[in-house]
């Protein structure tokens, strides 16, 4: 027997008119391209959206149509992205981190007719414009003052769309498994693959989000996102905000420790998401300046693992809690959580800081297990490491056009592609990607967690930690160090630091000082590239055995 309940389609453009008529005057803040800071409100913001999906529409742009963004966060590229969910049209958000012939792959993959971009990136288009067949128009995120100085044949003026169409427009009436947005995955191994997004997987994605165990977030929240939304959609803050009528602020092109600081203490802000960096960043700032936060409580750390040293610092030293979170572009992206639960939340600090530093638990919507190599369950004891596979309805099921096969496995679980381990309490924490573990002697190294602890080490800015060819073990464990501007350290500074905090066989066979541990186009360590760049390299303990 089925429910009487009304049919509702779950379509994301509900979010923003919501926030339209019920929270129309809480504002978006935005630091423009062009530098000063745009003040707008949800009542705006819908109109001005609205009246971009007519000029799509006046362009040809049909249900299905990919339209893509090249820009930085905004109000003008939240305006960008309803006006094309709305329609039915679907948003590629494009990362413009990534390599011109990447940015040329996907753009060409996705078959996008029209990209709207920001001032910032008309360099990078112009100059491979005609590695873009599919792309008939170009949109600029910009007024008709700059937009007299843009010399991309064929662009159009956003400023300008928005003053010429009507803010009439309709929206949704569509099926809520229609796609909504697409967003390619770094494409650390072979090329990116297209992660294409339901508006009913984003509808239930914001929902989840929502929740106090997850975001945390209201109404009365000033929320600043410095997490791209070319980045798995902001983390679904561009959706959530809107949803629960929080205020934005959003940083555009400056994500420097003292533009977000600044931001932060003239808007207001109470809650932010980001990338540990991004954080490593403002701390190093906070620390040089002496300066405080007056409203921050809150901040959601994920994209790669939280040191120590930063949940300690927001804590101790100003008052703010770090949520470390888990997820990928495949899961929407959040997958989990590390909110302490009833019975951990009564321990004394330091206890809680191994399940703060773990990547958490999964709220209601998403299903974990983990695996061995043959797909059988292993025991959450927190100490077995396996394969990490989720389930949900805003998990992805296949990739755009196929690509990859079935990604499934029989019991329709994904292969997150990284290992890990889960605890008694539920808390999962990742050790690795399953390509970056390091197997020595038959046993896994966690080369996150030792980068965890030497990132700690108070002169180091970076650490990162690789497997290294060696004859006896298999691979032994290397640690590459980033020092802070001015620092000089040795080798046995940090191999000491590491002394009763990792296990012995877990010791780095040797540290090695590097100028950059290069970072990849969503903020990770680029392990790729420093396994490149350490080709020609042995370490001092590979004596050949005879
Ligand atoms: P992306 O799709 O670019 O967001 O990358 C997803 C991958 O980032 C995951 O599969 C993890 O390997 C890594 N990742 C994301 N969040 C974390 C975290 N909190 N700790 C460790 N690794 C993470």
Same mark, same amino acid.
């Given at each position: 027997m089925l429910g009487l309940m009304q049919d509702w389609p779950l379509t994301v453009d509900k979010f923003l008119t919501h926030a339209a008529q019920w929270h129309g005057r809480r504002e978006v803040v935005s630091r423009s391209v062009e530098g000063p800071i745009v003040r707008t409100t949800y009542a705006e913001l819908e109109q001005? /959206?609205?009246?971009?999906?007519?000029?799509?529409?006046?362009?040809?742009?049909?249900?299905?149509?990919?339209? =893509?963004?090249?820009?930085?966060?905004?109000?003008?590229?939240?305006?960008?992205?309803?006006?094309?969910? &709305?329609?039915?049209?679907?948003?590629?958000?494009?990362?413009?981190?990534?390599?011109?012939?990447?940015?040329?792959?996907?753009?060409? @993959?996705?078959?996008?007719?029209?990209?709207?971009?920001?001032?910032?990136f008309l360099p990078v288009l112009m100059e491979h414009r005609h590695q873009m067949p599919t792309v008939e128009t170009f949109i600029v995120l910009t007024d008709q003052d700059h937009m007299a100085k843009v010399d991309l044949k064929g662009a159009l003026c956003f400023e300008t769309l928005v003053e010429t169409h009507s803010p009439d427009a309709k929206w949704g009436g569509f099926d809520e498994n229609t796609a909504a947005g697409l967003c390619y995955t770094s494409g650390t191994t072979g090329n990116p693959k297209g992660v294409l997004y339901s508006h009913r997987s984003n509808f239930l994605h914001t929902l989840v989000t929502a929740q106090t165990d997850v975001m945390g977030i209201g109404s009365r929240d000033v929320v600043l996102p410095v997490v791209p939304m070319f980045h798995a959609n902001a983390w679904g803050l561009t959706f959530t905000c809107p949803a629960i009528g929080a205020k934005m602020v959003m940083p555009g092109p400056k994500m420097d420790g003292e533009s977000i600081l600044e931001l932060i203490e003239t808007e207001g802000v109470t809650f932010s998401a980001a990338v540990p960096t991004v954080w490593q960043m403002l701390l190093q700032h906070m620390r040089a300046t002496g300066a405080k936060f007056s409203t921050l409580k809150r901040v959601v750390i994920g994209g790669s693992a939280v040191p120590e040293a930063i949940i300690r610092a927001f804590h101790d030293d100003y008052g703010v809690e770090v949520i470390h979170a888990w997820g990928m572009t495949e899961t929407s992206p959040l997958g989990t959580q590390a909110?302490?639960?009833?019975?951990? =939340?009564?321990?004394?600090?330091?206890?809680? +800081?191994?399940?703060?530093?773990?990547?958490?638990?999964?709220?209601? &919507?998403?299903?974990?297990?983990?695996?061995?190599?043959?797909?059988?369950?292993?025991? @959450?004891?927190?100490?077995?490491? !396996?394969?990490?596979? +989720?389930?949900?309805?805003?998990?992805? &099921?296949?990739?755009?056009?196929?690509? &990859?096969?079935? +990604?499934?496995?029989?019991? #329709?679980?994904?292969?997150?592609?990284?290992?890990?381990?889960?605890?008694?309490?539920?808390?999962?924490?990742?050790?690795?990607? /399953?390509?970056?573990?390091?197997?020595? !002697? #038959?046993e896994w190294i966690s080369s996150i967690e030792i980068e965890n602890i030497a990132c700690g080490h108070p002169k180091a800015a970076l650490a990162a930690v690789i497997g290294v060819a060696h004859p006896k073990w298999d691979e032994r464990p290397l640690l590459l160090v980033q020092l802070k501007p001015g620092e000089t350290a040795t080798r046995d500074e940090f191999l000491e630091f590491l002394v009763g905090k990792i296990a012995k066989w877990w010791m780095p066979d040797d540290v090695q000082f590097v100028s950059e541990i290069p970072l990849g186009a969503t903020g990770k360590i680029d392990k790729k590239l420093i396994r490149q760049r350490m080709a020609g390299y042995v370490l001092p303990t590979a004596e050949p055995v005879g």
């Open positions: 001005r /959206a609205k009246r971009i999906s007519n000029a799509l529409l006046a362009m040809g742009v049909k249900p299905g149509d990919r339209v =893509a963004t090249l820009a930085w966060n905004s109000g003008r590229h939240m305006e960008a992205w309803y006006a094309i969910m &709305g329609i039915g049209a679907v948003c590629h958000t494009l990362n413009p981190r990534l390599f011109a012939d990447q940015l040329c792959y996907i753009i060409n @993959h996705a078959e996008d007719r029209i990209i709207f971009t920001d001032l910032t909110s302490l639960t009833a019975e951990l =939340a009564e321990l004394p600090y330091d206890e809680q +800081i191994p399940y703060r530093l773990k990547q958490g638990r999964p709220p209601a &919507g998403v299903q974990l297990k983990l695996t061995d190599d043959e797909d059988k369950r292993l025991p @959450h004891d927190g100490t077995t490491f !396996g394969r990490l596979k +989720i389930k949900g309805p805003f998990i992805v &099921g296949r990739y755009f056009k196929g690509d &990859g096969g079935e +990604i499934l496995d029989e019991e #329709g679980f994904f292969d997150t592609g990284d290992v890990a381990t889960i605890d008694q309490h539920g808390f999962m924490q990742i050790t690795d990607r /399953a390509k970056d573990v390091i197997k020595s !002697g #038959g």
